[in-house]
T-cell receptor, first 112, second 113 residues
Framework: KQEVTQIPAALSVPEGENLVLNCSFTDSAIYNLQWFRQDPGKGLTSLLLIQSSQREQTSGRLNASLDKSSGRSTLYIAASQPGDSATYLC???????????FGAGTQVVVTP | NAGVTQTPKFRILKIGQSMTLQCAQDMNHNYMYWYRQDPGMGLKLIYYSVGAGITDKGEVPNGYNVSRSTTEDFPLRLELAAPSQTSVYFCASNLGQVGQPQHFGDGTRLSIL
């Protein structure tokens, strides 16, 4: 069974620092991996989707990499801002029905 | 631009009561999913559907039932509510191709007392 882990569970950084969020998965046979943002009391907002054949995806200040052989994905957020404070979840698609296996998330606080 | 709509947003139930959580999407997505999220945990899949009339169990289906009579709607039924079902429930949809992102509703916060 696919296990997805996100470490650390929480981190705090000063504004302007780059954020590095880690996601690891035990089974490299994934279809794709998606990063989400969740604000308190809200649903999930999709940030980036990386296909299994891709090494990275970029959107603005966000860059996500995927290394299937080592079972890792990393989300980089450049020049963090207080508005980036949220919980970030990664999820791996484990079969052709698009079912996700989620990590527990990393709670990020960016201090002014 | 509705996307995925879940109702109600909040609900308190007594032990043993039943209720239906509603989920509707207006994107003509074939695939729909129900997840639950417990505090400090990731989301766990309850049930999913790949089209009208087709449903299947996910990781944690016990105590729940679903139906899918239309492409748009995918209700989740709780029978005989138990305190262990206190959670936040999310509905999601996907066009039906593995490479497409999932779109999530805002969730239903359910407490069972």
């Amino acid at each position: 069974k696919q296990e997805v882990t996100q470490i650390p569970a929480a981190l705090s950084v000063p504004e302007g620092e780059n954020l590095v969020l880690n996601c690891s998965f035990t089974d490299s046979a994934i279809y794709n991996l998606q990063w989400f943002r969740q604000d308190p009391g809200k649903g999930l907002t999709s940030l980036l989707l990386i296909q299994s054949s891709q090494r990275e995806q970029t959107s603005g200040r966000l860059n996500a990499s995927l290394d299937k052989s080592s079972g890792r994905s990393t989300l980089y957020i450049a020049a963090s801002q207080p508005g980036d404070s949220a919980t970030y979840l990664c999820a791996a698609v484990t079969d052709s029905w698009g079912k996700f296996q989620f990590g527990a998330g990393t709670q990020v606080v960016v201090t002014p | 631009n509705a996307g995925v709509t879940q109702t109600p947003k909040f609900r308190i139930l007594k032990i043993g009561q039943s209720m239906t959580l509603q989920c509707a999407q207006d994107m003509n997505h074939n695939y729909m999913y129900w997840y639950r999220q417990d505090p400090g945990m990731g989301l766990k899949l309850i049930y999913y559907s790949v089209g009208a009339g087709i449903t299947d169990k996910g990781e944690v289906p016990n105590g729940y039932n679903v139906s899918r009579s239309t492409t748009e709607d995918f209700p989740l039924r709780l029978e005989l509510a138990a305190p262990s079902q206190t959670s936040v429930y999310f509905c999601a949809s996907n066009l039906g191709q593995v490479g497409q992102p999932q779109h999530f509703g805002d969730g239903t916060r359910l407490s069972i007392l």
